[in-house]
């Protein structure tokens, strides 16, 4: 078990900030052990500026980050998924996709730094924010034991870090 890349499903209601960052991190921090994605249920068709500005500065390679439809996870071409985490309060309360499988799924929602219009420094330091927000969460989720942890327990785990007050 410890070989298997687990595949790790990011959504949001618009792909275009919280869900792109947190596939980001993920394949940043996961080292080869986890595969991001990140999708939107109503997916804005384009990734917002300030991320790609964001991670363009953190040295990630942005080309591969696109604004996409969940159903893309849900067919039957698609990866199987063994997590799914909803980082927005809209996607978590909408009526998600049957996920072959049945992905471990939890709730880390965290502002939507998109939604943040007085200024453009006030932006970047909400999306700024964002990333510290969701890569404290990710480190936590990537550094789990999981191949001892039965599901249970897991899940508990999931919805801790979920819930957890992230510190500044």
Known sequence: MTDKVFNVLFLCTGNSARSIIGEAVINRVGQGRFKG?????MPKGEVHPVTLDLLKK??????QFRSKNWEEFSGPDAPALDFVFTVCDNAANEACPVWPGQPMTAHWGVPDPAAVTSSE???????????????QRIDIFVNLPLASLDKLTLQKKLNEIGSANVPA
């Open 37 to 41: 994605f990140s999708a939107g249920s």
């Open 58 to 63: 953190q040295n990630y390679d942005v080309r």
């Open 121 to 135: 420094a006030a932006q970047h330091i909400a999306f700024a924010d964002t990333l510290r927000m969701l890569t």
